[in-house]
């Protein structure tokens, strides 16, 4: 509760009751814990909506709690420390498992997966990086894109030494020289950019676009999406708003994405970080969701995430998303 909902509702109280007609604003508002990464393709339509006042507007408190991976959210919403998540592709490792709901799609993750390499260790193409080592966080959206991006180059992946590590492990692995290669997502392709001198990007996913395309947006704990339904409507609706706005207004959404939420990072790289992304109105979702794209798209990237576990028996893309309550929501 916030200080000017204290302070009516104490008002109220003394006075023996709360009017019926009372503002919504003072009354109280739903609860949602939201576990999300600090990437702009994450939390764009997030931090917007909050500034807003969008989710606000639905009569939702969003719980914000920040994670470092997708696979860390999705420990804690299975835990039960969370209610619902934003993440990358990492939304359809663990609902195919039978852990988490999909029913909301953020954008396409178009080129923030990259792939980085050290010349200065001799490798400047896909052959040079056989029998060596790229650090990445692996189950993650990095390592989808780095999956793909080997196998288009003719380079089996088993030809490579993957290093698993939290990204930002990964990369102070890469700048240090410890490894010759990084699989990364960005806006961590600043720092190798700025610290390495003559790294190279050898590719990044928008070459593998949409044939092999990688999409973020939001689960529910499977215990909370079935009896929540009404809450999760509420807050699709404050997402359209942010979102739509956006689209319309991406010079300016993102200035004040940068002066109130990435202060630590220049305005162009959060443009760069934005363009490295797709993003589509909600009404143009619409058809994406109806059609059969989504579901498609959620697909591909769980048969890498079961074939790469070695789970043969899992939940499809058309059991753990549904979209009907996103078609439902959006007029």
Known sequence: MDRRQFLTTTAGLALGTVPASAPAIAQAKTKV????????????????????GSFEKQGLDLELRQF??????????IGGSLDVLATGAV????P??????????????????QLWVRGDQG?????????????????????????TALRANKVDPKEVELVNQTMPAAVTAFISG????????????????????????????????????????WAAANDYYEPN????????????????????????????????????????DINESFKAQKMFTSKDWKRMYSDGTVTNWLQQSTDFFMANAGIKDFTPANKYFDPSLYLKTIA
């Open 91 to 94: 939304l359809s490792n663990f």
């Open 123 to 147: 490798i400047k193409s896909f052959e040079d990086l056989k029998g060596k080592r790229i650090a990445t966080a692996t189950g993650t959206t990095a390592h989808v894109f780095l999956d």
């Open 96 to 113: 195919a498992r039978g852990q988490g709901k999909v029913f909301l799609i953020n954008d396409i993750e178009v080129a923030t997966a």
């Open 33 to 52: 814990r939201v576990g999300y990464l600090h990437t702009v393709a994450v939390d764009g339509q997030i931090w917007t909506g909050m500034d807003r």
């Open 229 to 268: 339904k009404e809450t999760l409507a509420k807050l699709i609706r404050g997402w359209a708003d942010a979102n739509d706005y956006i689209v319309a207004n991406s010079a300016e959404a993102m200035e004040k994405l940068q002066k109130s939420h990435y202060t630590q990072t220049p305005l162009s």
């Open 178 to 217: 410890a490894v010759p290669a990084v699989a990364l997502w960005v806006p961590f392709n600043v720092t190798v950019r700025d610290k390495v001198l003559g790294a190279i990007k050898l590719a990044d996913a928008s070459a593998y676009y949409p044939k092999a395309a990688i999409i973020g947006g």
């Open 68 to 77: 470092n991976t997708g696979l860390e959210i999705f420990q804690a919403l």
